[in-house]
T-cell receptor, first 109, second 117 residues
Framework: GQNIDQPTEMTATEGAIVQINCTYQ??????LFWYQQHAGEAPTFLSY??LDGLEEKGRFSSFLSRSKGYSYLLLKELQMKDSASYLC??????????WGAGTKLIIKP | GAVVSQHPSRVICKSGTSVKIECRSL??????MFWYRQFPKQSLMLMAT?????????EQGVEKDKFLINHASLTLSTLTVTSAHPEDSSFYIC?????????????FGNGTRLTVT
């Protein structure tokens, strides 16, 4: 079966760095997405990786290793507004999105 | 950037009535739109994939006669919850992408919180 694993919840301190991991097992691979979702709101797109390596976009970076079925989202200089759920999603061989359950990130002052 | 508009944002209805939710892509043509449902503290659950001009493809366990989807144009898809019951209370979210495939990011509407009393 197809499976996406990410931690349920993480806690970090304002100003620090946090890494949210995502491992996947899917039938085929056509890219991995990270989305941010604040409570009661719809998800917003953060990043897309289809090739191995690190993609940097401001305070957020996303890494992919296809051979390991692994990705992480790195958030730097954490701000209170970064408190949200972070969703990992993989596009499989049929270009269908397989969603992880999301990681709730709690930022403490 | 791509904008997807969803309306209404909140709706309260009585059990047995029907509710229509609209999803519009404002600045691009969306051949494919997706409808999700999300219960509190749970991840997104894909309900159906809506293709312009053809019948929607429903995920297993989703009743197509209860959740009617119409994608009449390249910029509008609607989801109608028929004969709503309290267990249908949830957060419904639509999304669309430029290409309709899983290689371009989805852009989400703001969601509709449905409460059935």
């Amino acid at each position: 079966g197809q499976n996406i694993d990410q931690p349920t919840e993480m806690t970090a301190t304002e100003g620090a760095i946090v890494q949210i991991n995502c491992t996947y097992q899917t039938s085929g691979f056509n890219g991995l997405f990270w989305y941010q979702q604040h409570a009661g709101e719809a998800p917003t797109f953060l990043s897309y990786n289809v090739l191995d390596g690190l993609e940097e976009k401001g305070r957020f970076s996303s890494f992919l290793s296809r051979s390991k079925g692994y990705s992480y989202l790195l958030l730097k200089e954490l701000q209170m507004k970064d408190s949200a759920s972070y969703l990992c999603a993989v596009s499989d061989s049929n270009y269908q999105l397989i969603w992880g359950a999301g990681t709730k990130l709690i930022i403490k002052p | 950037g791509a904008v997807v508009s969803q309306h209404p944002s909140r709706v309260i209805c009585k059990s047995g009535t029907s509710v229509k939710i609209e999803c519009r892509s404002l600045d691009f043509q969306a051949t494919t739109m997706f409808w999700y449902r999300q219960f509190p503290k749970q991840s997104l659950m894909l309900m159906a994939t809506s293709n312009e001009g053809s019948k929607a493809t429903y995920e297993q366990g989703v009743e197509k006669d209860k959740f009617l989807i119409n994608h009449a144009s390249l910029t509008l898809s609607t989801l109608t919850v028929t004969s709503a019951h309290p267990e249908d209370s949830s957060f419904y979210i639509c999304s669309a992408s430029y290409s309709g495939t899983g290689s371009s990011p989805l852009h989400f509407g703001n969601g509709t919180r449905l409460t059935v009393t």
